[in-house]
């Protein structure tokens, strides 16, 4: 049997016209990945970097940057070492040899693909490993598709998107972590000997206490603006797995699906496809990163990445779940009279049998409650119409309570171990949705169609997920696939989003998890913003904000000024600090008009105003991080410049104070230094009195290499700055 499949290979590689190796250039605007591919042998990664052309391949070779290792080494034979992928075939067998059988590049409208064809020596098993050029970006994504031709079926046990070597040097680490209220707290650190893992296993609730994306320094701790930086994210909603194996003079990372209690069994014909792993290489520091990403993002990974986002205010902070009719119209109101765009009711506006008065009951109940609404939807959106706004709303579709019609009626539908009491959580009652049953699907799609066949005129949902999963059982899964949960409940969800998207293009969705416990690519093409943190304190913001941007945009990342006395910290920052903040991302407001001073809101209207006039510029310009807040200066710093480089803004803040404290000063970057620009001061405390800084015309030049003086500017506790910059022509 054994010899027969040699045959049949070396006749399929005869036929294929070539025994030559050929080396396969992958590349965008700015880098490269060179890869090696020789029918009936190992596909070999040699090279990801900077840009290189044909010509300078040979180079790579003779310079010794070419590393040689197995682009997709697989488990099972020389077995020392990481690998990609594990399995086991029907007859008990846990081995792979996989050589190359073909190779195809093909070009689209987004991309331009080089699809790997592996086929196992002995078994009927192909791999298919691609590698996707994005146009117009410096994004090479890779994955990997799996087909079990055996009549019998496959056991796969590893299966990481990605599995690449890193040349040994200074290497240093940035990663994000974090918990409620305080998620994407960047961290640094170097690189030593042994092994680095970043994972998650909450099942629904990916980036609340961990991230999904890293960024390696090729050349010592890493920098802003220099430096060779090579940076990764995984396009994943659920358990991740990231693995840094240092050793010797090189490393390999890997990054995939978190395979604990996930062995995924694969049919007769069945295909498996792993999520993207999005990577870039820059050599221009983490700055250089981010602003790769963000083009990505806006252009390919966010749903309507280019379609300017509205001012919004969302009612939670404003009266929790004390939902109804008289108050969210006074709320549409005030917010419309300070030149507001949107308002998002949140939570406690359903459940008649159970209303919604905390947290404890109602979920899955999708109808209005008519004690507090008695109007219904119909009532809010007159009231949006009437106040010349648009309407939002807040749902948790995946979500029950054992409190709740649902929960009586459809106990099958709900995540649980059999045997086993039922977990759950918040208020003591939430339970998960089974979303692996095609039932509980066309459930979840039906809260979203229900609202938008009723109420056409709602432009905003607010999607939330405030529970991780709780109990590994399926009710709906056989027994020998249990182990298909985690997986199959991410793929029952994109089904339902797939479905909502193709129904529902321009409806705006949000994509919220407790917060920011859903911020990743997995999910963002088929939202079109997330909400970065249930803490909304300006000062914490600037931590998390900062995190955030280093792989997603600004028009992305919901930023709202809150309550003078924060409710989640306690602390009580000027309202210009707040909008200063906020407006450094999508801005809104989370807040109660009414406690509003008439001067407060007349402040509130000047600063909305002038972030609907450099909206475009925030939301979709380059960022140019400038001063950390994270190096404990006391400042923190950053801008977004228009591409052409004729409009930019400029945010400083001063995040400590002490009795004469020196601050340094902060040189702006992305400029032309050829260009004159005049600045103006966006928010100033009162109208009549911007700063110093205000009608001044500087050139690019002075800007960018002496900066400007924060001394006198910056002078109290939380005192903050927000200037545009116009070119003088």
């Excluded at 146009?135 to 998107?161: C, M, Q």
């Excluded at 221009?284 to 993002?297: D, I, L, M, N, P």
């Excluded at 402040?603 to 909206?615: L, Q, W």
């Amino acid at each position: 049997m054994k010899a027969k499949h040699y045959l049949l290979l070396a006749i399929s590689i005869l036929s294929s016209g070539s025994l030559w190796a050929k080396d396969y250039l992958i590349s965008t605007p700015n880098t490269s990945l060179l890869l090696t591919a020789t029918p009936g042998e190992k596909s070999k990664f040699q090279y990801y970097g900077s840009r290189i052309t044909e010509k300078e391949i040979q180079g790579i070779y003779d310079s010794g940057l070419a590393f040689g290792t197995e682009s997709y080494p697989v488990f099972g034979l020389n077995t020392a070492g990481e690998r990609a992928m594990a399995v086991t075939h029907a007859d008990g067998n846990m081995s792979l040899d996989l050589v190359v059988e073909e190779v195809n590049q093909y070009q689209t409208d987004e991309a331009e693909t080089t699809e790997i064809r592996m086929k196992d020596l002995v078994y009927p098993f192909v791999l298919k490993q691609y590698f996707k050029a994005y146009k117009g970006t410096d994004i090479i994504s890779t994955w990997v598709e799996v087909k079990n031709n055996h009549r019998k079926p496959i056991t796969l046990y590893r299966f990481a998107s990605a599995f690449l070597p890193v040349h040994r040097g200074d290497n240093w680490m940035t990663h994000f972590h974090g918990f409620w209220g305080a998620e994407c707290t960047m961290e640094e650190e170097k690189l030593t000997n042994g092994q680095k893992v970043i994972s998650n296993k909450d099942g629904l609730v990916n980036t609340e206490s961990d991230h999904p994306s890293f960024m390696l320094s090729m050349d010592g701790k890493p920098q802003e603006a220099h430096g060779h930086v090579l940076a990764g994210t995984l396009a994943w909603t659920s358990n991740y797995l990231i693995k840094m194996d240092v050793h010797n003079t090189r490393f390999n990372f890997s990054a995939g699906i978190n395979e604990e209690n996930s062995h995924y069994t694969l049919e007769h014909k069945e295909v498996f496809t792993t999520p993207e792993f999005a990577m870039t290489y820059s050599t221009t520091g983490k700055g250089g990163v981010s602003r790769a990403f963000h083009r990505w993002a806006r252009r390919y990974k966010l749903h309507q990445g280019n379609v300017p986002h509205d001012i919004l205010l969302n009612s939670w902070e404003g009266v929790y779940f004390k939902v109804n009719q008289e108050g969210m119209d006074r709320m549409m109101e005030a917010f419309s009279d300070m030149g507001g765009e949107l308002f998002v009711m949140d939570d406690g506006w359903f459940g008649n049998k159970y209303p919604r008065n905390g947290g404890n009951s109602s979920l899955g109940d999708w109808e209005v409650c008519k004690e507090k609404l008695p109007q219904g939807i119909e009532g809010l959106l007159q009231s949006a119409k009437k106040h010349n706004i648009k309407f939002g709303i807040w749902i948790e579709p995946e979500m029950s309570n054992t409190k709740s019609e649902l929960f009586e009626n459809h106990p099958d539908w709900i995540m649980r171990v059999k045997n086993r009491p039922l977990s759950t959580g918040r208020g003591g009652t939430q339970v998960v949705l089974d979303l692996t049953n095609p039932e509980v699907q066309d459930f979840v799609f039906g809260v979203v169609d229900n609202l938008m066949t009723k109420h056409p005129e709602i432009a905003y949902m607010k999607w939330d997920d405030n529970s991780c999963l709780m109990d590994y059982g399926s009710q709906y899964l056989p027994k020998e696939k249990q182990s298909h949960l985690y997986i199959d409940y991410q793929k029952g969800l994109i089904k339902v989003l797939k479905r909502i998207r193709a129904k529902y293009p321009k409806l705006v969705l949000q994509a919220c998890a407790g917060g920011g416990g859903r911020v990743n690519y997995g999910l963002l093409p088929y939202f079109n913003e997330f909400w970065t943190s249930d803490d909304t304190d300006a000062l914490q913001r600037i931590y998390m904000q900062w995190g955030v941007s280093s792989f997603y945009p600004a028009v992305a990342m919901a930023a709202h000024v809150s309550a003078d006395r924060n409710h989640q910290t306690g602390r009580t920052i000027p309202l210009k600090f707040r909008f200063d903040v906020a407006m450094s991302g999508r801005l809104g407001m989370e807040i109660q008009p009414k406690d509003m001073s008439d001067a407060d809101k007349a402040y509130a209207k000047r600063a909305i105003a002038a972030y609907k006039d450099i909206r475009n510029v925030v939301q979709f310009g380059d960022l140019y991080r400038l001063a950390s807040p994270y190096d404990n200066t006391g400042v923190a710093s950053l801008m977004y410049v228009t591409p052409e480089k004729e409009r930019a803004v400029f945010y400083v803040y001063k995040t400590s104070h002490f009795i004469n404290m020196i601050l340094p000063k902060v040189c702006m970057d992305g400029l032309d230094p050829q260009k004159m620009y005049r600045l103006k001061d966006l928010t100033p405390l009162k109208e009549d009195k911007p700063c110093g800084l205000h009608g001044k015309v500087i050139s690019g030049k002075i800007l960018m290499e002496e900066g400007i003086v924060l001394q006198k500017l910056l002078k109290n506790e939380y005192s903050s700055l927000a200037l545009e910059l116009e070119e003088v022509k």
